[in-house]
C-alpha cells in the first residue's frame, strides 16, 4: 500500500496544480493523505488533467487533418516524419521525447488500478457506492487500452490478432508491478469483458459527465465490436446506448444564432464551443487537445482537408474560417473553451449504427440513421436525403460524415486502418507541397505510432517490445 500512497500524493500534487476551473463540475481534489475513504477515492476520477485527457497528436498529424505551421514541421522532427509520410525516416528515434500519448493513457490508467484496486477497503460509503465507483474507472481503463490498442499495435484482425502484440496489460497502481505485453486478442477481449462486468453495477447516466454511465460503456462497446468486424453486436450496442441518449444538437439553430457572425469573412471573433461538458450528446467527456491548459481553440485545418465536408456543413461553418497569415492560408479555429474531443458521443453511436446496418444488406436503414445526423448539421437550402441500394456507396457517406464529426480524436485514424484491410474501402493518400509529391498507401508501417524509446529503455517490472519496424 505505500507505493499506492505515494501515487496518490504524486496525483494529489497533479489535481491541485492543474485541475479544470470549469465550475460545472465541482472538482475538489484532496490533499497529501493516504486514501482511505470513498470521499478521497472519489475526487480522483475528477482530475481532468490526468485521468480524462489523451492527445493523439501524431496520428491527426499523419491524416493531415490539420495545418500545421513550417515552423513546428522544421522544429518537430517527428512531426515532420508523419505530416510528410517520410517511409524512411526512424521514428523509433524521433519518439524519444516529442510524444505523450503513451505515458498520458498509462497515466490515467494508474489512477484508475488504484481505485479498482481498493474498491473493496474504502470507508464511509455504501456498497452501491463504491461497486459504482470502481466499474466507472474500469470503463474509464478501457477506453484508455483502446487509444492504446489503435494507436500503437496494429489494427485488429482475427487472422492476425493473436499472434502479434499490442501494448502492456497493467492492472495495478503500485510500483514496480509485473505486466505483460499481451496480444491485440487478448487485450481486446479484456476491454470486452471489462466493459460488460462492469455494467450491472453502472447507472444509466454518470456521475458527472467526466463518470461513464451504461450509456458510455455501450457506446464504448459499440465502437470495439465495429473494429472488430462483429457489426451484429456493434449493432446491439448502438441501439443499447441510443436507448439511454440518443439527442443530437441542432448545429442549424446554432448556425442562426451566429449567422451575422459567421458569414463575415474578417470577423475572428473566438465563439464559446458548445461541445463542452453540457453538450447534448455527451455520453463521456475527454479532453485531447496539445494545449497546457484546457481552454483552447480547436486545431488549423488545412485547406484541402476542409474540401472534405459537405457543402453546407453548418457545424464546419460555426466551427473554422479562411485565413491567411504571411505565406500561410488555412481554416483558423472561431471557438474556444472545453472540446469534447476524445470521449463518447450519440452522433458516433449513430454512424456506428449506419456502418453496421449497412454491413447486414439493411442500406435503407442505414441512410436513415446517417440521414438522421445529417438533419442536424446541413443547411437547409443545401440539404438532400442521401439514397442508395449499394451498401459500399453509403458505408464511403458514413465514413465522410464520421471522419468529419470525430475529427482530432482517435476515431478516423483507428477507421482508416480497420477499413484499409478491404480492398473496397483502402485509401492511397496523396498530396503535393511546395512542388514535390507524397503519398501514402494502406499498407504503409506508417499506421502504426513506435512506442516511444523512453517506454522501451524502462520497461518496469516486464518486457515491452516495439510494434513497427521504424
Not at 105 to 112: E, L, M
Not at 328 to 346: A, F, V
Request: with cysteine.
Amino acid at each position: 500500500m505505500k507505493h499506492q500512497i505515494l501515487k496518490y500524493i504524486i496525483l494529489g500534487f497533479i489535481a491541485t496544480s492543474a485541475v479544470s476551473c470549469n465550475d460545472y463540475l465541482n472538482i475538489l481534489p484532496k490533499g497529501q493523505k493516504m486514501p482511505v475513504t470513498y470521499a478521497d477515492f472519489e475526487p480522483l476520477l475528477r482530475d481532468e488533467y490526468t485521468v480524462h485527457h489523451t492527445r493523439t497528436t501524431q496520428s491527426t498529424i499523419l491524416l493531415n487533418d490539420r495545418f500545421v505551421s513550417s515552423a513546428n514541421l522544421n522544429y518537430y522532427r517527428l512531426w515532420d516524419a508523419n505530416y510528410f509520410w517520410r517511409e524512411n525516416s526512424d521514428r523509433i528515434e524521433l519518439n524519444n521525447a516529442d510524444e505523450d500519448t503513451y505515458y498520458q493513457s498509462y497515466a490515467s490508467i494508474s489512477t484508475c488500478n488504484l481505485i479498482i484496486a481498493n474498491g473493496d477497503k474504502m470507508t464511509e460509503s455504501s456498497e452501491q457506492q463504491r461497486k459504482e465507483l470502481v466499474a466507472t474507472a474500469k470503463v474509464i481503463r478501457a477506453l484508455n487500452y483502446y487509444i492504446l490498442a489503435n494507436y500503437y499495435a496494429a489494427t485488429y484482425d482475427a487472422a492476425t490478432s493473436a499472434s502479434l502484440k499490442s501494448v502492456p496489460l497493467i492492472l495495478s497502481a503500485d510500483v514496480g508491478a509485473p505486466h505483460t505485453q499481451v496480444s491485440i486478442e487478448e487485450l481486446y477481449q479484456f476491454m470486452i469483458s471489462e466493459i460488460a462486468n462492469s455494467l450491472p453495477d453502472l447507472p444509466t447516466t454518470g456521475l458527472t459527465v467526466l463518470h461513464p454511465g451504461q450509456g458510455a460503456a455501450h457506446a464504448l462497446l459499440a465502437r470495439i465490436y465495429l473494429q472488430m468486424g462483429n457489426y451484429p453486436l456493434a449493432l446491439q450496442q448502438a441501439e443499447k446506448a441510443l436507448s439511454i441518449n440518443d439527442k443530437l444538437f441542432n448545429w442549424l439553430n446554432y448556425h442562426e444564432q451566429n449567422k451575422s457572425r459567421i458569414e463575415s469573412p474578417l470577423d475572428y471573433t473566438l465563439k464559446e464551443t458548445p461541445v463542452d461538458h453540457s453538450y447534448v450528446e455527451n455520453y463521456y467527456f475527454r479532453h485531447g487537445n496539445d494545449a497546457s491548459s484546457y481552454r483552447t481553440t480547436e486545431y488549423a485545418l488545412r485547406v484541402d482537408r476542409a474540401s472534405g465536408f459537405e457543402d453546407g456543413d453548418a457545424k464546419f461553418l460555426s466551427r473554422w474560417k479562411l485565413r491567411t497569415v504571411g505565406p500561410d492560408t488555412y481554416y483558423t479555429s472561431t471557438m474556444t473553451g472545453y472540446h469534447n474531443l476524445q470521449g463518447l458521443t450519440t452522433v458516433e453511436v449513430y454512424l456506428i449504427k449506419a456502418e453496421a446496418l449497412a454491413r447486414s444488406g439493411k442500406v435503407d436503414e442505414a441512410l436513415t440513421a446517417l440521414n438522421a445526423v445529417r438533419k442536424t448539421r446541413i443547411l437547409a437550402d443545401k440539404y438532400a436525403d442521401l439514397q442508395t441500394s449499394d451498401a459500399a456507396q453509403a458505408i464511403k457517406w458514413i465514413q465522410r460524415t464520421k471522419q468529419n464529426e470525430l475529427i482530432f480524436s482517435i476515431m478516423p485514424f483507428a477507421d482508416i486502418r480497420r477499413l484499409n484491410k478491404e480492398d473496397t474501402y483502402k485509401r492511397t493518400f496523396n498530396k503535393t507541397e511546395v512542388g514535390a509529391n507524397y503519398q501514402l498507401s494502406p499498407t504503409s508501417h506508417l499506421w502504426i505510432m513506435p512506442i516511444p524509446q523512453g517506454a522501451l529503455d524502462n520497461p518496469g517490472n516486464g518486457n515491452i517490445e516495439q510494434n513497427v519496424s521504424k
